[in-house]
């Protein structure tokens, strides 16, 4: 307003009052028309859209209700399921049979997210198969669902199960013999009765509106079931612990259970509070679904509009009387001026002022204008300075990106790449090759993971991805990416190093297969190592005894050369010739000598044998020792080939259900004597709450076999060293089994109270042919065997030593492995 002038004065003051009054009373007349007919209107749309939501939730349960009864029909036709219930109403202590069942029932029970357990009654009540083991056994006679499910499908309406506390629904169907029709048991699925909250129920009044559920408008908006008995089943938004609990006597309730037609209009709820809702019968079960909002929160809408209708009246008659002020010539012509000082202004004219005399609120207005502009024009200088600073900024960072050693990109939200430097030339690609192609177009095989972890991420991620290059040969390439976000933290960008490691990957495979070939050449060298000695030996006693046989063999034919036969043919002559005295008178010289020629060869012959039973005497010994070394030693080579070939013949185990204690115990029955027999005490530690497990039994009774017999060993040495020494010590062997239920998996611990390992062994001791053992008995094969078994049961074995004090070896081993569940 201009200072001075009085507009509500004389004619001006009349012609303003009457155009108030031409303008305003329609315009009020209209708004109370208007708000009279919305109010009418949206009572009747918030009666209809009750009514429309509670018809839809009524078909929602209904289909529950029909899939649940149909699920037990079809599982209770189900031919398997038959033939098991009948197997086990003939043999009920078949375990294969109990166990194959439940294993069934379990699939059957995870076909709908909504089965808490599904489980087969006998015809005497009794449950022989569940998908809850702990079911199994439990008596179910006089239950409605088992006395009523004989004869037809039954539904049980809500109830809270007493073994588990559990709101739930039952549907049973009768299990028939198909072709006798005659009643081999029941089937029931108890269904989660919190599948109904989830149609049903809301958000609490104090928690943020859940507006995804089309009947959860506002803050007191509530659907909830009544059962026939007039109770909840399920949860209130208002009230805690409601199910089975909270009894409602409402209008709507009373008026559907006695008539069985659908109740709209307004009324007092179970709170007292007055609300606008709808109900609806389910006959089925006897139910009565009702939807209910305040009334408050319900006409909530009428308030609104009613407030804007007075906002926009005010804002009209406002408008009247500006329009009233603006006529004034006097006003208009300034603001003129002023647009068209604003024009030449948005025209880049920054010298442009406007001239004005008036010292009133326009003359500000004016003056500030020209201010502005003064401002506008220091400011343009000011940006354009920056302009130029940032252009630099540009072209130094994008000669850096373009430049860089390493292939930089970015991609869009959609994983399309907006910027890719020079470098990726490299890879026979161009920079407008790639321009707007999904970075998935250049994976190896489409791996379209790969793009997820790279979009989807809200982190800097790394790892590494195979590349196609434009000739199609195959690159391995590290990606490191990073997402670029707005303020309001919405992905806009994602920005990408790309580091192509091909060659590295060449190289560590190139030092992977050298690593492999002089594995390859140590077990080589053990294998000689270990042969070579017991061959040397065998090599020296079969010499010493081939010296000794050419010594017996010489003295045998020194005895040989003497023809016994020839003496005896003349022993044989000269007693012929006794016969005759005459003869014997006259050859008695002749005789003698002959007799004499005879008894020398006879001392040379037994002086021979002598010799020869002296070299057979003095020999005998060492030839027996010779034999018995190379036989030892022929032993030793051949337990180490038969344990080489174990350790690399490691038979597949053969996975069976095992209790671990049960494997201590039959070893120890074994061994336990033995060990008692050598002073070492065994203290058993088996946890009575272990789990069985999948494993091949022989195969892990060999394993501590292998263990206790190394710790037996080692306490005997140290028992032999102390000895000698003077000094005595009480040597232990303990084996006991321990469960980790958070790893799902069994342990297994030996501990002995020898002398411990040697720090320099103990990175060894799981090689091939390394043994601590002085006698030389040891393959060194025992633990390398050992440690493969426990490996291909997917199990680790830890080794825990204190040098003086003993060492502990824990044998872990999974529950179930991946080769127990194929």
């Not at 940006?383 to 850096?400: T, W």
Request: proline residues 2%; aromatic residues 10%.
């Amino acid at each position: 307003m201009i200072k001075g002038a009085n507009l509500f004065s004389g004619i001006g003051r009349k012609l303003f009052c009457w155009f108030l009054l031409l303008s305003v009373l329609p315009i009020i007349v209209v708004a109370i028309l208007t708000y009279q007919y919305a109010q009418e209107s949206i009572k009747n749309e918030l009666l209809k859209e009750q009514s429309f939501i509670v018809g839809g939730i009524k078909n929602h349960i209904l289909t529950i209700l029909d899939s649940g009864e149909y699920s037990s029909q079809f599982f209770a036709s189900d031919e398997f399921i038959r033939m098991n219930l009948e197997k086990l109403n003939n043999n009920p202590s078949d375990k294969q049979a109990v166990k194959e069942f439940n294993d069934y029932m379990v699939y059957k029970t995870n076909l709908n997210q909504g089965f808490y357990e599904t489980f087969v009654l006998n015809p005497s009540g009794i449950v022989v198969a569940s998908s809850n083991e702990n079911s199994i056994g439990r008596n179910e006679v006089g239950v409605d669902y088992f006395e009523y499910g004989k004869m037809n499908t039954y539904v049980k309406d809500v109830y809270r199960d007493k073994n588990t506390g559990e709101y739930s629904m039952a549907f049973a169907s009768p299990i028939l013999k198909k072709s006798e029709e005659k009643l081999l048991g029941v089937l029931v699925i108890r269904f989660n009765a919190a599948k109904l909250n989830e149609i049903t129920v809301g958000k609490n009044i104090n928690t943020k509106v859940d507006i995804g559920a089309f009947h959860r408008r506002g803050l007191t908006s509530e659907v909830y079931i009544v059962n026939k008995d007039g109770f909840m089943i399920t949860d209130s938004r208002f009230e805690h612990n409601s199910i089975l609990r909270q009894m409602i006597q409402s209008k709507p309730v009373i008026s559907v259970h006695s008539h069985g037609k659908e109740f709209v209009g307004v009324y007092n709820d179970y709170r007292g509070v007055n609300v606008i809702g709808a109900a609806q019968y389910l006959k089925r079960m006897g139910w009565v679904l009702v939807v209910e909002t305040d009334e408050s929160e319900a006409y909530s809408t009428i308030y609104t509009f009613k407030n804007r209708v007075i906002t926009m009246v005010g804002i009209c008659i406002v408008g009247v009387i500006f329009i009233s002020l603006f006529v004034s010539r006097g006003i208009i012509n300034p603001i003129l001026m002023l647009v068209k000082g604003m024009k030449k202004v948005a025209g880049g004219d920054l010298d442009f002022r406007v001239e004005t005399r008036l010292k009133d609120e326009l003359g500000e207005l004016t003056g500030s204008f020209n201010q502005m502009t003064c401002d506008i024009k220091d400011s343009r200088e000011k940006l354009l300075g920056l302009k130029g600073a940032l252009e630099e900024r540009k072209e130094y960072l994008e000669s850096v990106l373009r430049f860089a050693n390493e292939l930089m990109f970015t991609l869009d939200a959609r994983g399309n790449f907006t910027f890719v430097n020079p470098k990726i030339t490299d890879w026979g690609y161009d920079e407008e090759d790639l321009m707007g192609t999904p970075l998935i177009a250049i994976f190896f095989d489409n791996k379209l993971k790969g793009d997820d972890q790279i979009i989807h991420s809200d982190f800097p991620r790394r790892f590494e991805v195979e590349i196609l290059d434009k000739q199609k040969n195959v690159r391995n390439v590290l990606l490191s990416t990073s997402p670029i976000k707005n303020k309001e933290g919405e992905l806009i960008s994602i920005m990408g190093i790309a580091s192509d490691i091909t060659e590295l990957r060449k190289l560590e495979q190139k030092l992977m297969q050298s690593d492999r070939l002089a594995s390859i050449g140590q077990l080589i060298a053990g294998i000689a190592h270990e042969i070579n000695n017991p061959i040397g030996v065998i090599y020296l006693y079969s010499t010493e005894s081939l010296k000794i046989f050419e010594r017996i063999t010489s003295a045998f034919k020194d005895i040989s050369s003497l023809s016994i036969s020839e003496y005896t043919q003349h022993l044989d002559k000269i007693i012929a010739n006794l016969d005759s005295e005459a003869e014997v008178k006259q050859e008695k010289g002749f005789l003698k000598k002959e007799l004499m020629c005879v008894m020398d060869d006879l001392k040379k012959y037994h002086n021979g044998l002598g010799e020869t039973y002296t070299v057979i005497s003095k020999n005998r010994s060492f030839l027996g020792e010779y034999l018995e070394g190379s036989v030892r030693e022929s032993i030793r080579c051949k337990e180490l080939i038969s344990g080489l070939l174990d350790f690399s013949r490691q038979k597949e185990p053969k996975m069976a259900l095992s209790n671990v204690n049960n494997l201590i115990d039959n070893v120890l029955n074994i061994v336990e004597k033995q060990y008692r027999k050598e002073k070492i005490d065994v203290i058993r530690k088996p946890d009575p709450g272990i789990p069985d497990i999948m494993a091949d039994s022989h195969q892990i009774e060999q394993v501590i076999i292998n263990i206790a017999n190394n710790a037996v060993f080692a306490m005997k040495e140290a028992a032999g060293d102390l000895q000698q020494r003077g000094v005595y010590r009480k040597w232990a062997l303990t084996m006991g089994t321990h469960f980790h239920a958070d790893k799902e998996s069994v342990e297994i611990f030996i501990s002995d109270t020898g002398m411990g390992i040697n720090k320099y062994d103990l990175g060894k001791i799981f090689d091939p042919f390394f043994t601590a053992r002085k006698d030389g008995k040891g393959t060194g094969l025992g633990l390398s065997i050992s440690y493969g078994i426990v490996k291909m049961h997917e199990g680790n074995i830890e080794v825990e030593n204190e040098v003086g004090k003993g060492t502990t070896f824990r044998i872990l081993l999974p529950v179930r492995t991946g080769k127990s569940h194929e």
